[in-house]
Structure formats: structure tokens, C-alpha cells
């Protein structure tokens, strides 16, 4: 599964609120490559040409099996030149087979050695599989044979991106747009970097400038629309799309239009692009997941199961459609009918997240030991996995297993040391345990976040609990005004300001919770609090 796919289902019910302009890049995470670099080079002959457009339009198409066969028709007219291998080596990536791919690039090499395709290709691939140090030393040879090529100075970048150094990163994406001011990839680089370091007005202003320039090039559209989005500007992101959509109508375009739309609030729109979208790409799983969301929100429940079944018969050999039915029954509380479509689509494929649906699905339709026993199973076949984990010692930290879950969150961090929810959740653990190790980690957490209200509150009342009410109550403070709708945020801020003495506040604050709220998990507490004031 990929990150997209990943990104659509753990954040499914987003549409019901509009859809995100677009994720920005986790840290360490490349800023943008230059897309399908094998096949920017053409040195065929004449009689070659036809023969390599039509691999890029097979390959435009995800038809790679066809793209294949073409290579192989290129290698047999001219065993000398390296496009054939080129082509099979693009090929070979879409259909996520980088040993073979590498095989080609490689092979294209030894036929032309120096080849500039194929460097840039294998770099990727070194990036893909973690092999920094190679993907440095190819960029590095292209760079001395010519130091103003402008392609290797973003793959240069995205090297020091992986190495986690942002100044290097930001440093060669200038460079290479210096090298070339006109060139479209440093822009949308640019872009890209911005929009992670959070500078999205920097990202907005680079990427309409690159826009002046080339006003219809997909890549900047699409780049812009998002910054457009990320900046509030939706009405200028949906014009950005649309004409995006005049200049390149395939199955993306309408997606990213309908993405627009969403937040536009334009949801008839939506459906209709969306709509275009999977007829032109039936298998399009995030165009058909949205559909369907959007479908069930109108109330058109039908029509939302019909694009499950359609997505299914597109891709027979994908788990999503049947996990799509899933998510759409869980809707309509029936669990039972949800966990067999999850567990339908885990005999196709074994993926983490439908472990977690059919857990959940099975858990609410009253089978909780069978379902508990099954995940057991999962982390058991699969002990890498920390997403499944850090849902296992969730469901048992809320269901009172404080040790099962101590345990396992524990697991996750020796894992993934920079885990926010572990953190976070073994602070809260060990605080209620009386473990010294309690504030260590609230304060690690905070320290990783410091904007996040949730661990500015666990890390305040910790404090507070241990006695250290001044700094306390200012953390509780910051979490209460970053989120004033959260009852047990503004619960432990009454609290904390009677701590501090403050009992006017405190007793205002306490009024306006219980008036608001009438059922939350710290009322009696706070009722209580009320009458000691």
C-alpha cells in the first residue's frame, strides 16, 4: 500500500469536513523529483520515435506490461542505445519492481556509460531503498561533468533532505534555480519546501512567480492550487484547478478540482468531477473513496455502495474496495456485514489498517475476545509492526489494561524514539503508576510538539500534580486557549487555577464548563470542585 492509499484511509471522514489542499511532506521526506527522469532524454533515431512516444503515453497511463514490451521492441532495433533499457527501467518502477528497474537503468549504463537517464534513475532508487551515500555519489558525478545541472542540484537536495539538514536542502534548491531561472522543476521544488517548513506564503509567492512564466504547465498548476488552498485562497485554488483541468482533463486533475471543491463547500461540483474522475480511471482509489463519502453525506447511500462494487470490479486484486464497503456499513452501524467485507479484503491482501478496521468493526459488533485475539495474532506475525501496535496498547489503555499497555507503548518507542503518542500516553501511564520516568516523557513529548494542546496538558497537569502549580497552570494555560472546546483541558485549568489560589476564576470557569457540557467524564469531579470553592 502506498502512502497515498494510507493517507486516504486513515483520514477517510475528512471529506465530511473537506478535503485537505494536500499533506505536506513528513521531515526528512524529498522535497519533489523530476518525474519519469529516463525518459526526459531522447537520442533514438527517426525510426524510433513513434515507438518511444508510445511508451510514454502507456506509461501515462500505468499500462507498464505494454511500456515493457515496447523497450524490448526498442533494444532489438538499436541494442546500442540505452532508451530501450530506459523505458523498461520506467517501467519497471511503476510496477514498483526496483530490482528490476535497477537492473535496466544499470544495464543501460554499461551500454552507455555516463548516461544521464539512467544516473538520475538509479539516484532515486538509491533514495527509495535509504542508500544515501550512492544517491550522493551519482548526483555528484553528474555535477562535475556539468556543475549547472539543474536536475541533479534538486537530487542533491533531496539527499540532505534524507540526511534530515534543512538549511543544505533549502541551500541546493536555490542553486538550481539560480542555475536555471526559468526552469519549472526548482520552482515547484521550492514550493514544496516552503509548504513543509510551514513558510506558505514564501511557497505561494515562488510558485506564482514560476506560473507568470510558464502559465499552463500542469506540474505548476497542480503545486499552486495546493499552496493556493494551504493559504485560505480557495477561490483562487478552485480557479487554479479548473484550468488545470482545461489543460490536462485526466483522472488527477478532476480529483485535485474536487479536492477544491470540497473546501469550497461546493459539494454538487465535487460529485461531478469526482464522478469524471473514476470514469476515466475506474481503479483511482482516492477519487472513489471521496466519491462515496460524498455519495453517503447527500444521503445517496446506493450510489456510495455502487462505487464500492465498481472500485471492486476494477481491481479485483486490490483490498480497498471491499475495506471502502467496510468503512461505508461501519457507517450505517452495521458491524457485523463490516467485518466480513474487512475480513474479505484481508484474504487479499494482509495490510496493517485492515487489521485495525476489522478489529474495530468486530470489537463494536459484541465480539470483542475474538477480535482481541486475532490483532494478538497480527503483532505476533508481524512484531515491526508500531502502527497496529500503538493501536493495540490504545484499546488497552482505554480499556484499563495499564500494564499490557505501558508494555507495548514501551515496544513502540524503542521503534520509533520520536513517537508522540507514546510519549504522551507512558507519561499519562506512569504518572497513574507513580513512576518517576512520568515526567521525563511529558516532557519529551513537549518538547518534540510544544504547540499541541494535549501534550502541553498532560505535561501541565503532571506537573500540577506533583506540585509544581506555577509552571503547570501556564502550560494548561497555552493548551486550554489552543483548544477552548476540550472539556478535560478546561476542567484541569479550574483546577489548576484553584491550585494556584485563584478561586474566582476558577469558579467561573467551572460554571461555564458545567453549563455547557452536561455529560463529560470529569462533571461529578468538577460539581465536587464547585462546592469546596
Same mark, same amino acid.
Given at each position: ?19 485537505? %489542499?494536500?499533506? =505536506?511532506?513528513?521531515? @526528512?521526506?524529498? #522535497? ?29 497511463? !500505468? ?8 523497450? *524490448? ?5 538499436? #541494442? ?13 518502477? @511503476?510496477?514498483? +519492481? ?13 551500454? /552507455? ?47 540532505? =533532505? ?5 538549511? $543544505? ?41 514560476? &506560473?507568470?512564466?510558464?502559465?499552463? +504547465? ?30 490536462? #482533463? ?48 447527500? @444521503? ?16 479485483? &486484486? ?24 474487512? &475480513? ?17 468493526? !468486530? ?9 482481541? %485475539? ?7 506475525? /508481524? ?9 493495540? %496498547? ?38 497513574? $503508576?507513580?513512576? #518517576?520516568?512520568?515526567? $521525563? ?18 505535561? @501541565? ?12 497552570? *501556564? ?16 476542567? /484541569? ?23 455547557? +457540557? ?16
Amino acid at each position: 500500500m502506498n502512502n497515498k492509499q494510507r493517507r486516504a484511509f486513515v483520514c477517510i471522514a475528512v471529506v465530511l469536513a473537506g478535503f485537505a %489542499a494536500g499533506a =505536506s511532506p513528513a521531515k @526528512g521526506s524529498p #522535497p519533489i523529483m523530476l518525474a519519469t527522469p529516463a525518459l526526459q532524454k531522447d537520442t533514438t533515431p527517426d525510426k524510433s520515435q513513434s515507438d518511444l512516444a508510445l511508451a510514454k503515453m502507456y506509461i501515462a497511463r !500505468e499500462d507498464f506490461d505494454q511500456a515493457l514490451k515496447i523497450g *524490448e521492441r526498442l533494444i532489438e532495433a538499436n #541494442p546500442a542505445d540505452a532508451t530501450g533499457h530506459n523505458v523498461q527501467g520506467v517501467a519497471y518502477l @511503476g510496477k514498483k +519492481d526496483l530490482a528490476a528497474a535497477r537492473k535496466s537503468f544499470e544495464t543501460a549504463l554499461r551500454v /552507455h556509460p555516463g548516461d544521464v537517464p539512467s544516473l538520475m534513475s538509479l539516484a532515486q532508487i538509491d533514495l527509495q531503498q535509504k542508500n544515501v551515500t550512492s544517491a550522493r555519489n551519482r548526483y555528484q558525478e553528474l555535477l562535475a561533468k556539468n556543475p549547472r545541472f539543474a536536475p541533479a542540484m534538486i537530487g542533491m537536495a533531496n539527499v540532505e =533532505s534524507a540526511n534530515g539538514k534543512d538549511d $543544505e536542502t533549502l541551500q541546493w534548491l536555490q542553486k538550481a534555480k539560480a542555475a536555471d531561472g526559468r526552469a519549472i522543476a526548482p520552482r515547484v521544488a521550492l514550493g514544496s519546501y516552503y509548504m513543509r517548513k510551514k513558510n506558505n506564503k514564501l511557497a505561494l509567492n515562488e510558485l506564482i512567480e514560476g &506560473q507568470s512564466m510558464h502559465p499552463d +504547465d500542469p506540474a505548476l498548476l497542480n503545486a499552486l492550487g495546493e499552496a493556493q488552498a494551504v493559504n485560505g485562497q480557495t477561490a483562487n485554488s478552485v480557479a487554479t484547478f479548473r484550468r488545470l483541468v482545461l489543460i490536462r #482533463p485526466e483522472a488527477e486533475s478532476y480529483y485535485r478540482l474536487a479536492t477544491a471543491l470540497v473546501t469550497y463547500k461546493k459539494y454538487p461540483a465535487a460529485v461531478e468531477n469526482l464522478r469524471k474522475a473514476v470514469q476515466l480511471k475506474p481503479d483511482y482509489f482516492e477519487a472513489a473513496v471521496a466519491l462515496a463519502r460524498l455519495e453517503a453525506r447527500a @444521503g445517496r447511500s446506493d450510489e456510495a455502495f455502487l462505487v464500492a462494487k465498481q472500485l471492486q470490479k476494477a481491481a479485483p &486484486q486490490s483490498a480497498w474496495g471491499l475495506a471502502l464497503e467496510g468503512d461505508l456499513l461501519m457507517d450505517k452501524k452495521a458491524y457485523g456485514d463490516a467485518a466480513k467485507s474487512y &475480513q474479505k479484503a484481508m484474504e487479499i491482501q494482509q495490510i496493517d489498517l485492515l487489521a485495525i478496521k476489522l478489529h474495530n468493526a !468486530e470489537t463494536k459488533n459484541g465480539n470483542a475476545k475474538d477480535a482481541d %485475539a486475532k490483532l494478538k495474532q497480527w503483532l505476533t506475525d /508481524h512484531p515491526e509492526d508500531i502502527i497496529v501496535l500503538e493501536y493495540s %496498547a490504545s484499546q488497552n489503555l482505554k480499556s484499563g489494561q495499564t500494564k499490557v499497555a505501558i508494555e507495548q507503548f514501551e515496544r513502540v518507542l524503542q521503534k520509533a524514539p520520536e513517537n508522540i503518542l507514546a510519549l504522551n500516553n507512558l507519561a499519562v501511564l506512569y504518572q497513574r $503508576e507513580h513512576d #518517576p520516568r512520568a515526567i $521525563e516523557m511529558a516532557e519529551r513529548a513537549y518538547k518534540l510538539v510544544p504547540g499541541s494542546p494535549t501534550v502541553a496538558d498532560t505535561l @501541565g497537569w503532571i506537573l500540577l500534580e506533583q506540585g509544581k502549580t506555577e509552571r503547570g497552570l *501556564e502550560l494548561i494555560r497555552q493548551a486550554a486557549k489552543a483548544a477552548p472546546a476540550n472539556t478535560e483541558i478546561r476542567y /484541569h485549568l479550574a483546577v489548576a487555577l484553584a491550585k494556584s489560589g485563584n478561586k474566582t476564576q476558577s469558579k467561573e470557569e467551572l460554571k461555564a464548563l458545567l453549563a455547557r +457540557d452536561k455529560k463529560f467524564a470529569q462533571r461529578e469531579a468538577a460539581e465536587a470542585l464547585l462546592k469546596q470553592l
